[in-house]
């Protein structure tokens, strides 16, 4: 079984987007799949219960201290989505567990302040500290073609204690799917196959790791 632990102390960075995409394409992988809410607004639970019935299913399960423990045994990839605001005690028991952490980051001034203290706290986390559960960052509704994200992904690469492992674009298609119960890897179109495109930084990082 493979536990990424997605978190950030910011609200709207894209937690959610990044544990629904990973689902569906585990999902459509083949992997029986499940999301672990402990986000409030329980967002990715929604969008498992949306899931129609022509794309494969994805089991999603309240976060809480005992989440983990209601994940079925032949399950092959976890994802847990937290709140914002987290601090180590509210991620202690998903840390524990966790064998990747992925922290999303926005292109702007106080988003990345705000990341760098989160990931300050990160780093006194004593399996983090050891070397024993690898952190990547990913940037998040990027307009590469800019200054404004171009400087602030050079921010992140050269201020971070942990490695930049993706950059993904900023685009309305995350949003229109997750309505749906949808992420981009659900379809084969040429549409969608450069926004796929931007996660394979990500996953080949994901996979290296485990």
Same mark, same amino acid.
């Given at each position: 079984?493979?536990?990424?632990?997605?978190?950030?102390?910011?609200?709207?960075?894209?937690?959610?987007?990044?544990?629904? $995409?990973?689902?569906?394409?585990?999902?459509?992988?083949?992997? %029986?799949?499940? !999301?672990?809410?402990?986000?409030?607004? #329980?967002?990715? @639970?929604?969008?498992?219960?949306?899931?129609?019935?022509?794309?494969?299913?994805?089991?999603?399960?309240?976060?809480? =201290?005992?989440?983990?423990?209601?994940?079925?045994?032949?399950? #092959?990839?976890? +994802? !847990?989505?937290?709140?914002?605001?987290?601090?180590?005690? &509210? +991620?202690?028991?998903?840390?524990?567990?966790?064998?990747?952490?992925?922290?999303?980051?926005?292109?702007?001034? @106080?988003? +990345?302040?705000?990341? @760098?203290? @989160?990931?300050?706290?990160?780093?006194?986390?004593?399996?983090?500290? =050891?070397?024993?559960?690898?952190?990547?960052?990913?940037?998040?509704?990027?307009?590469?073609?800019?200054?404004?994200?171009? &400087?602030?992904?050079?921010?992140?690469?050269? #201020?971070?204690?942990?490695?930049?492992?993706? $950059?993904?674009? &900023?685009?309305?298609?995350?949003?229109?799917?997750?309505?749906?119960?949808?992420?981009?890897?659900?379809?084969?179109?040429?549409?969608? =196959?450069?926004? $796929?495109?931007?996660?394979? %930084?990500? +996953?080949?990082? !994901?996979?290296?790791?485990?």
């Amino acid at each position: 079984m493979l536990t990424v632990l997605v978190a950030s102390s910011k609200g709207g960075c894209g937690k959610s987007t990044l544990v629904t $995409q990973l689902a569906s394409h585990w999902a459509q992988d083949g992997k %029986h799949t499940a !999301i672990v809410d402990a986000d409030r607004q #329980q967002s990715g @639970f929604r969008w498992a219960a949306n899931r129609p019935d022509n794309v494969p299913g994805v089991l999603a399960i309240e976060g809480g =201290r005992k989440a983990l423990d209601k994940i079925p045994p032949d399950t #092959q990839r976890v +994802l !847990i989505d937290t709140p914002a605001g987290s601090q180590e005690r &509210d +991620l202690e028991p998903y840390l524990e567990k966790a064998d990747v952490v992925l922290v999303p980051v926005l292109p702007s001034t @106080f988003d +990345l302040d705000a990341t @760098f203290g @989160f990931l300050e706290e990160l780093q006194q986390v004593n399996r983090i500290k =050891r070397g024993k559960l690898p952190v990547g960052l990913v940037g998040n509704r990027l307009k590469p073609w800019t200054n404004a994200s171009q &400087d602030a992904m050079a921010r992140v690469a050269e #201020q971070s204690p942990f490695p930049l492992v993706a $950059q993904l674009r &900023d685009s309305q298609a995350y949003v229109l799917l997750t309505a749906l119960g949808k992420g981009i890897f659900d379809y084969a179109s040429e549409n969608v =196959r450069s926004h $796929q495109e931007d996660w394979k %930084h990500l +996953l080949r990082w !994901i996979k290296r790791q485990h």
